[in-house]
């Protein structure tokens, strides 16, 4: 059907799709404590989403999460006003936990970035020697609403429209996608196992400082993939950083930062749905956490209510990780000073690993 412009819906969702292929990076704009935001990124379109790769740590990613929502643009350059065309978006932002959608939108990106290969290609497989503090993530832009501007189309042409999900080369970039994933798991040769990342040597703690541990990092790193991860620092709250500690009811305690007072439980637990999503894809099977930490401690970690000490519990990740992935054994590093603890811990694993 035509509008008033003269153009009907066909046509413009082409110029939209056009418009929105030969762009390559989009403006995303947030607003947070810190006041408002705006930052570029290199995106891909498919699947409904723009998908771009930033730090955690980045103030558009760390406001975007804490709101819930994201503005975006996309504009053409041009000369003059008269080639003035763009697309205004709002939407919300959320971080990619499963290893099939972001092995196939990391295909689509390559393709239209080839020159982040040697980045990005290192960023699908997890190592135990990667900074947590270099790491990207990928990310998705999904728009709610979208207003498309065309002045080529009349002085102030703007029309509310609906993106097309996804092209017919992005259907076919994703089907590589699913042959890149498939010999990506013919890939993997050794079992995995997650660890808290300040236990293989990572500078992740509050102070940028680590636990490193020999054997965990050394003789098991020799026969299991290690997977480091950091719930404070993946969460956004940076190196270094205020101390947190555990607060409240202890069936159901708080993150909160000891001086501060900011309550970080929100923040926290939205990471931990989307990293534990990743960890199942990525079929761990088993974990060693840090033992004491609000976030990685497995039991014995302080509960407080004012200034004094309550109960003892469990790390915020450490007890979503037991519930969510309950099959895997887990265990805290001194656990691996008991030889027998220690030779149960590494069975159970191997053996859980031929069933993932
Ligand atoms: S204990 Fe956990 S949250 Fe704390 S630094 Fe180590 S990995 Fe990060």
Known sequence: MNDSSGIDQVELERLVADLIDTCSTMVIATTGSKGPWAAPVYYVWTAGSFWFFSSPESRHISQALDSGQAAASIWKDSDSWRKIQGLQMTGNIRMSGNLKEKTEVSVCYLEKFPKAASILRDKLRPRPSAKTKNRVFLYAFSPQKSVYTNNELGFGFRKTVKIRSTSRKADEQAHKGHLVRVAYQNLQAKPRLGVSACLLGE????????????????????????????PENECGLGVPREPVRLEGNPENPRLVAKKTRVDFTDRM????????????????????????????????????????????????????????????????????????WKANFIELAFNISKYL
């Open 203 to 230: 500078n992740v703690r509050w102070d940028g400082s680590n636990k490193y541990d020999w054997y965990i990092r050394e003789v098991l790193g020799s026969c299991f993939d290690l997977i480091p991860v950091c």
């Open 269 to 340: 637990q939205r990471w931990i749905d989307l990293r534990l999503e990743e960890l199942g894809c990525l079929g761990i099977s088993g974990f060693i956490f840090k033992s004491k930490s609000p976030s990685c401690g497995l039991q014995n970690v302080k509960v407080f209510q004012g200034d004094d000490m309550v109960n003892l519990g469990r790390g915020l990740f450490a007890a979503a990780l037991v519930k969510r992935i309950p099959r895997i054994p887990v265990a805290e590093e001194n656990d691996m000073s008991d030889p027998g």
